[in-house]
């Protein structure tokens, strides 16, 4: 297996970077050092998209491509859950639930967007188009009981529609649904219970239907089922693993990239990576009857990853923009940018980016003070005072690269007392620096916490001035954090070493907050200039070839 009809390299144009887009017709894995795990990526016209998973994190974002090397986002699905429960309006209450592998269909001109909850269970949405506007979230009508997830919608050639769905855990059945889309309609039928899959892909070709999943467990792997009969009985392939490369490289979408070439887009499987699941790019095809992934430098029929030690040639697709999804934004327009994502269903009245045109403002609300539980894994998330996780509109996006400066500027004029603001890291565990006011007095702080309640601060000098310039360093999935009173000389503050975790199945995020404590009230604002993430990774706006 090779690269097919994927094109070759050209001249440089732009600096090569650790990964992505190297500027010279080839790319490094992954292509996106970003935490957009579970990806569905999917062909409309000339060009690509792909949804990921943000699970409580608002809401699912749509990233658009013209060579599957550089994303930039164009939309979301959904703005809030709110139709999916009351939990999602409070911090705290339904971490680490919310959206998990969700899969995009098309059928008779619609786009249909479907997902499942573990905790909260199916609903959908549909679009004309796939940047949107996607309709209001509906919950899928169904009395199949168990816990599921992996969603995948099928429509055959008669125009029956069917939903692949994966036990949690337990085996890949298959269900009808109504001719509406909206209900399943059967108790299904167990399709794949020889491995312990993870998100199906179903594609139908040359009288076969193709049944792609991945492999859970110790080593993950991507394999393909086929049979005459959607039913079944089903015979498998092996197709990809990373084991030889030390990837979890597995659960993705084939994709047809036209004049016979195909490529698989992928994340890689590390559920505990404060990275979070990175997205991978493999050239694919067909041979003999089934899909071919990646590169077989052993002739043993099962691919292996490529662009990993050396950079690799991209597909034969018109270039694009170099962009590696949106890191930064200068807050210069009216709306946020679609990278952006709230923690819990946001509250428009406490923010705004015309209050004061070209920063974004954060109003501070008090602490939500209602105990709740993360999905996975089920751990108490326990209300304590001044306790980042049960702030009100946090604002966060994902942290970009293995190497990452992420710093803003701050106005702190307006702020009250009680209140506190600035930048943050944000999963499970988190860090801040920024500034508390109480008793009329405003001080620097560093804090640390967990789902446990806050594990730590360190206090810096008292303000004079209004505003305050705030960095953190993020090198190896550890950090360190820094203000400076001048934009020019930084001090550090709290902890020179702090080695990130996670375990909500999602990375590290970074963002901007604005809090009030809880037995305070509404009222007083952060004003942010700009939040600019310095990564090791390919510059949005550099030249291609």
Same mark, same amino acid.
């Given at each position: 297996?090779?690269?097919?009809?994927? $094109?070759?390299?050209?001249?440089?144009?732009?600096?090569?970077?650790?990964?992505?887009?190297?500027?010279?017709?080839?790319?490094?894995?992954?292509?996106?050092?970003?935490? =957009?795990?579970?990806? $569905?990526?999917?062909?409309?016209?000339?060009?690509?998209?792909?949804?990921?998973?943000?699970?409580?994190?608002?809401?699912?974002?749509?990233?658009?491509?013209?060579?599957?090397?550089?994303?930039?986002?164009?939309?979301?699905?959904?703005?809030?859950?709110?139709?999916?429960?009351?939990?999602?309006?409070?911090?705290?209450?339904?971490?680490?639930?919310?959206?998990?592998?969700?899969?995009?269909?098309?059928?008779?001109?619609?786009?249909?967007?479907?997902?499942?909850? !573990?905790?909260?269970?199916?609903?959908?949405?549909?679009?004309?188009r796939p940047e949107g506007p996607w309709t209001p979230l509906a919950k899928l009508r169904e009395s199949i009981g168990s816990d599921y997830e992996d969603? $995948?919608?099928?429509?055959?050639?008669?125009?029956?529609? =069917?939903?692949?769905?994966?036990?949690?855990?337990?085996?890949?059945?298959?269900?009808?649904?109504?001719?509406?889309?909206?209900?399943?309609?059967?108790?299904?039928?167990?399709?794949?219970?020889?491995?312990?899959?993870?998100?199906?892909?179903?594609?139908?070709?040359?009288?076969?239907?193709? @049944?792609?999943?991945?492999? !859970?467990?110790?080593?993950?792997?991507?394999?393909?089922?086929?049979?005459?009969?959607?039913?079944?009985?089903?015979?498998?392939?092996?197709l990809f693993e990373g084991r030889a490369q030390g990837v979890q490289a597995a659960q993705g979408s084939l994709v047809e990239v036209g004049g016979g070439?195909?490529?698989?887009?992928?994340?890689?499987?590390?559920?505990?990576?404060?990275?979070?699941?990175?997205?991978?790019?493999?050239?694919?095809?067909?041979?003999?009857?089934? +899909?071919?992934?990646?590169?077989?430098?052993?002739?043993?029929?099962?691919?292996?990853? @490529?662009?990993?030690?050396?950079?690799?040639?991209?597909?034969?697709?018109? /270039?694009?923009?170099?962009?590696?999804?949106?890191?930064?934004?200068?807050?210069?327009?009216?709306?946020?940018?679609?990278?952006?994502?709230?923690?819990?269903? +946001?509250? /428009?009245?406490?923010?705004?980016?015309?209050?004061?045109?070209?920063?974004?403002?954060?109003?501070?609300?008090?602490?939500?003070?209602?105990?709740?539980?993360?999905?996975? /894994?089920? @751990?108490?998330?326990?209300?304590?005072?001044?306790?980042?996780?049960?702030?009100?509109?946090?604002?966060?996006?994902?942290?970009?690269?293995?190497?990452?400066?992420?710093?803003?500027?701050?106005?702190?004029?307006?702020?009250?007392?009680?209140?506190?603001?600035?930048?943050?890291?944000?999963?499970?565990?988190?860090?801040?620096?920024?500034?508390?006011?109480?008793?009329? @007095?405003?001080?620097?702080?560093?804090?640390?916490?967990?789902?446990?309640?806050?594990?730590?601060?360190?206090?810096?000098?008292?303000?004079?001035?209004?505003?305050?310039?705030?960095?953190?360093?993020?090198?190896?999935?550890?950090?360190? $954090?820094?203000?400076?009173?001048?934009?020019?000389?930084?001090? +550090?503050?709290?902890?020179?070493?702090?080695?990130?975790?996670?375990?909500?199945?999602?990375?590290?995020?970074?963002?901007?907050?604005? =809090?009030?404590?809880?037995?305070?009230?509404?009222?007083?604002?952060?004003?942010?200039?700009?939040?600019?993430?310095?990564?090791?990774?390919?510059?949005?706006?550099?030249?291609?070839?």
């Amino acid at each position: 297996m090779g690269a097919g009809l994927w $094109c070759v390299g050209m001249a440089a144009k732009a600096a090569a970077a650790v990964w992505g887009d190297q500027g010279d017709g080839t790319y490094r894995n992954p292509i996106l050092w970003a935490d =957009y795990n579970n990806p $569905c990526v999917f062909r409309a016209g000339d060009a690509f998209y792909l949804t990921a998973a943000t699970h409580h994190f608002m809401g699912v974002p749509v990233l658009k491509s013209w060579d599957l090397v550089n994303w930039t986002h164009v939309g979301r699905i959904y703005a809030d859950l709110a139709r999916l429960s009351p939990d999602f309006d409070s911090p705290g209450k339904a971490y680490s639930a919310g959206s998990q592998d969700g899969e995009v269909g098309f059928h008779d001109g619609t786009f249909y967007y479907y997902n499942w909850s !573990t905790r909260y269970r199916g609903f959908m949405s549909t679009a004309r188009r796939p940047e949107g506007p996607w309709t209001p979230l509906a919950k899928l009508r169904e009395s199949i009981g168990s816990d599921y997830e992996d969603p $995948c919608p099928f429509w055959d050639d008669d125009g029956r529609a =069917y939903l692949f769905l994966v036990g949690n855990p337990g085996p890949l059945k298959l269900f009808r649904l109504s001719d509406t889309f909206d209900e399943i309609v059967d108790e299904g039928v167990t399709i794949i219970d020889d491995i312990p899959p993870k998100g199906p892909q179903v594609i139908k070709r040359d009288g076969y239907y193709y @049944v792609l999943v991945a492999r !859970t467990g110790p080593h993950k792997a991507q394999f393909a089922y086929r049979s005459r009969s959607l039913y079944g009985p089903y015979e498998k392939r092996l197709l990809f693993e990373g084991r030889a490369q030390g990837v979890q490289a597995a659960q993705g979408s084939l994709v047809e990239v036209g004049g016979g070439a195909w490529a698989f887009i992928h994340h890689d499987y590390d559920m505990s990576s404060v990275y979070g699941r990175r997205v991978y790019l493999q050239p694919a095809g067909w041979r003999d009857g089934w +899909p071919w992934i990646g590169e077989d430098p052993d002739g043993d029929g099962v691919g292996q990853p @490529v662009g990993i030690s050396a950079a690799y040639p991209k597909p034969a697709l018109p /270039p694009g923009p170099i962009n590696a999804g949106d890191a930064s934004d200068e807050f210069s327009t009216d709306q946020l940018g679609a990278q952006w994502l709230w923690n819990h269903n +946001p509250d /428009p009245a406490l923010w705004s980016l015309t209050a004061r045109p070209g920063w974004l403002r954060l109003i501070a609300r008090p602490l939500h003070t209602e105990d709740g539980y993360s999905q996975y /894994p089920r @751990v108490r998330v326990a209300f304590h005072e001044d306790h980042l996780l049960f702030a009100r509109n946090t604002l966060v996006q994902r942290i970009v690269g293995r190497e990452d400066v992420i710093s803003t500027r701050m106005d702190v004029s307006a702020m009250e007392d009680g209140q506190r603001a600035g930048l943050c890291t944000m999963i499970d565990d988190y860090t801040w620096i920024g500034v508390a006011q109480d008793a009329g @007095v405003r001080r620097m702080v560093f804090a640390k916490g967990d789902p446990s309640g806050p594990a730590g601060r360190a206090f810096g000098p008292v303000l004079a001035a209004p505003n305050v310039w705030l960095k953190i360093e993020y090198k190896d999935a550890r950090g360190a $954090c820094f203000y400076s009173l001048d934009g020019v000389r930084y001090e +550090p503050l709290g902890d020179r070493d702090y080695a990130y975790t996670s375990s909500w199945y999602e990375g590290t995020k970074a963002g901007l907050f604005s =809090y009030k404590l809880s037995t305070g009230a509404a009222g007083g604002a952060a004003d942010f200039d700009f939040f600019r993430q310095d990564h090791d990774g390919p510059r949005a706006g550099a030249e291609v070839p």
